[in-house]
Structures are given as structure tokens and as C-alpha cells.
């Protein structure tokens, strides 16, 4: 439990500096930024993690290729990597199919010469979920289960990674209007809605979504002793909902829209579910020798 503990004090740490220095570094960076001083918040934060994220998997000695989950040759690393891209990329146009298929979301296609726009969005999106999926992969299913995992077995390191990641992305950093967005400390009252979210029912269905996905992408990082596929599903993933939602829209409308939660539009109970028994599938049959060869390589 000392692992997790460190990680959330860095989470806790990280997001109070950040909100300690938001007013003056909003004031420098103003006329740069064309949005309002909240949205510095959690992206200081991570930068400020850094240090403190090295100080830990030094401590645990996963500071290392192997430690944090790339000590396969490259070549084998990419190839992973790749299948883990084919297969995010299956799953989720499976659920985008489904989605699509209920009525949950709709096709819609702007007016005039949409090939231009699908050919920028598909190019965002690859480097884009490629940079998701190594920089949120190394962290969670590098350093963080590596850690946990030094201390407990793989049951309490599914439950307590996946419980970090799914809570992760819902600290939303709120912002303040009129006089409140002037003053020294107005980077600590933004940071104060930023967990407002987490006393919201309607968050449910997508926090049990992701805490899923952290659960699948542990069950890979288990089995195959490495974070290749996690990387690559993890890309895929990104990939294909920053399309859809680019050419569809969410019709909340329709009696199925139970499906999917309003953290993302796609994500909800129906993605849970088949993550469930996907998670399954891969739990039981996707057995040890990969893991023990990515080691001893």
C-alpha cells in the first residue's frame, strides 16, 4: 500500500503547487493562451510529477528498460506494439459500430469537402493517441503498477492502478469568473471544483468504464511482463474516438444513450461490459512465457 500512498501524495503535491503558481504563470502566459487560467492546472501538474515520479521508481529500483516495461528488443517492441494498435483499434470500432448501430450516435458529416478534414483528424489522431499511449502508459502501467506490484500481489495492483488511473481523469479544474479569477490565490479556488466531479452519480457509469480499461491494460501489462500492447491498444483506443467523435454526434435522445456516460460520449456501461469479457478472454488464456522471455532478454 506504501506505493499507491507515495503515487497519491505526488497527485496531491503536484496539483497544489500547480495551483500555487497558477496566477503568476497565467499572467506571464496570457497573451499566448486563448483560454482561461483553469485549464493550466492539471497540465502544470504533470510537469511538476516528473521529478517526483523518478524519486519513486528509483526507490523501487524499476528505473530501468525492463522496470518500466520496455526491456523487449525493439523490433519485438514495435511489432507488440502494433498488434496492441490493431486491437484497440477492433474493439473500439466494434463499439463505435454498436453505438452507431442503437442510435446512440449519429453519422454526421460536414457540408462541402469533408476528405480534407477526415485526412487531418486521422493524422491528429495517430500521433496524438500514440503520445497518449506512451506517456499515460509508461506512468501507469510502468511506474505505478511496477511499484505497487513490488509490494503486493497482481490482485491489489489491478485494483489499486485501476482505481488511480479511473479517478485520474475526472479531477476537473473549474473556471472562476469576475474578481475571484484576479487574485494570488485564485490557481487554489480553481483547484477546489476540481474534484466535484467524484459526488456526481452521472460520472458512474464512465468511472467504472475507465476503472475497466486500467484492469484490462494490467491484465496485458501481467501476461506479457511489458507495455508494448498496452501502448498500442492504448493508441488505438484514442485513435478511433477522437474520429468518431469528430463525424458523429451523441443523440441523447435515444432510449439506448444509458449506454454511454458524459465523460467522452463513447465510454459507459456497454464498453464495461465488453471489457469485462474481453479482460476475461485475455486473463485466461494469454499465459506467462511472453513475460518470462521479455524478462530474460
Given at each position: ?60 529500483a524499476i528505473d ?10 525493439k523490433a519485438e ?221
Amino acid at each position: 500500500m506504501r506505493a499507491f500512498f507515495y503515487f497519491v501524495l505526488l497527485l496531491l503535491v503536484s496539483l497544489f503547487l500547480s495551483g500555487l503558481i497558477n496566477y503568476p504563470l497565467y499572467s506571464l502566459l496570457q497573451e499566448s493562451m486563448n483560454k482561461g487560467p483553469h485549464k493550466l492546472i492539471n497540465t502544470v501538474a504533470k510537469l511538476i510529477a516528473i521529478p517526483g515520479f523518478i524519486l519513486i521508481i528509483r526507490h523501487y529500483a524499476i528505473d530501468n528498460r525492463t522496470g518500466l516495461g520496455y526491456g523487449l528488443p525493439k523490433a519485438e517492441f514495435l511489432r507488440e506494439l502494433l498488434r496492441g494498435w490493431i486491437s484497440g483499434l477492433s474493439i473500439l470500432l466494434l463499439l463505435s459500430a454498436a453505438l452507431i448501430l442503437f442510435g446512440v450516435r449519429g453519422i454526421s458529416f460536414p457540408a462541402g469537402e469533408w476528405w480534407p478534414l477526415l485526412l487531418k483528424t486521422t493524422l491528429v489522431a495517430l500521433i496524438g493517441g500514440l503520445l497518449i499511449g506512451f506517456i499515460e502508459e509508461t506512468f501507469f502501467r510502468g511506474g505505478l503498477f511496477g511499484a505497487i506490484r513490488r509490494d503486493h500481489g497482481f490482485v491489489v495492483t489491478l485494483l489499486l492502478s485501476s482505481l488511480f488511473y479511473a479517478g485520474l481523469h475526472f479531477i476537473k479544474p473549474l473556471p472562476l469568473s469576475g474578481d475571484a479569477a484576479e487574485t494570488w490565490y485564485s490557481g487554489l479556488s480553481i483547484l477546489s471544483g476540481a474534484f466535484v466531479q467524484f459526488s456526481e452519480w452521472q460520472t458512474v457509469d464512465s468511472f467504472i468504464a475507465l476503472f475497466g480499461l486500467g484492469a484490462f491494460f494490467a491484465v496485458v501489462r501481467e501476461r506479457t511482463g511489458n507495455i508494448a500492447y498496452c501502448i498500442g491498444a492504448h493508441a488505438g483506443f484514442v485513435f478511433v474516438i477522437k474520429v468518431v467523435r469528430k463525424f458523429t454526434d451523441l443523440n441523447p435522445d435515444s432510449i439506448f444513450s444509458v449506454m454511454v456516460g458524459n465523460y467522452d460520449g463513447m465510454i459507459g456501461y456497454l464498453s464495461a461490459a465488453g471489457l469485462l469479457v474481453h479482460t476475461l478472454i485475455v486473463y485466461r488464456f494469454w499465459r506467462r512465457p511472453h513475460a518470462v522471455r521479455a524478462v530474460t532478454e
